[in-house]
């Protein structure tokens, strides 16, 4: 069985640059969420991706916005850089029956500067 | 602002000592997950509870989700160095299944 992968390891921009976050969800499942770690801080929910479109959104502006494409993999992009969005990015996959079960892959550390 | 509220915020703890990690909430959640982070990796799911009273095993970790699900205790009998970590919990609530609200986590450091 494949865990969540995700592309690249880490990723230096500069404010006001545009980023995109690559994730291959776990073998099984179709349903991928993402999610922003700040330092010292707990995963905040960014959205979700089902069957190609948006599936619930959290707190975070337009300027974040994703894709899944019909292999269930995502992207996750941000324009318009801040120095606020230096986080680890956190993709997480799971099944329809069992939506709350979400499996992690090893996240995108980005840095903003 | 967390929804979640965990503590303690750190532990440290000599190898073969207990310990009770515990997740609070004025909300009621359906189901409740409980996370262990390395540092600069991905979160690694536990355990999931969902029923309130729920007890469960896994060898040295004892997990509980509280009668009315808005609280969860994690308890760690005679810990070891493996067990260092972030420890998070996690909650789904019945009208968003698959947004999951984080703690802010707790730290624990066993020392040999």
């Known amino acids: 069985e494949t865990g969540v992968t995700q592309s690249p390891t880490h990723l230096i921009k500069t404010r006001g640059q545009q980023v995109t976050l690559r994730c291959s969800s776990q073998s099984g499942h179709n349903t991928v969420s993402w999610y922003q770690q700040a330092l010292g801080q707990g995963p905040q929910f960014i959205f979700q991706?089902?069957?190609?479109?948006?599936?619930g959104r959290g707190n975070f502006p337009p300027r974040f916005s994703g894709l899944q494409f019909p292999n269930y993999s995502s992207e996750l992009n941000v324009n318009a850089l801040e120095l606020d969005d230096s986080a680890l990015y956190l993709c997480a996959s799971s099944s329809p029956d069992r939506p709350y079960e979400q499996y992690f892959g090893p996240g995108t550390r980005l840095t903003v500067t | 602002t967390q929804l979640l509220e965990q503590s303690p915020q750190f532990l440290s703890i000599q190898e073969g000592e207990n310990l009770t990690v515990y997740c609070n909430s004025s909300s009621v959640f359906s189901s409740l997950q409980w996370y262990r982070q390395e540092p600069g990796e991905g979160p690694v799911l536990l355990v999931t509870?969902?029923?309130?009273?729920e007890v469960k095993k896994l060898k040295r970790l004892t997990f509980q989700f509280g009668d009315a699900r808005k609280d969860s205790s994690l308890h760690i009998t005679a810990a070891q160095p493996g067990d260092t970590g972030l420890y998070l919990c996690a909650g789904a609530q019945t009208d968003s299944w698959g947004k999951l609200q984080f703690g802010a986590g707790t730290q624990v450091v066993v020392t040999p």
């Open positions: 991706y089902y069957r190609e479109e948006e599936n």
């Open positions: 509870v969902v029923t309130g009273g």
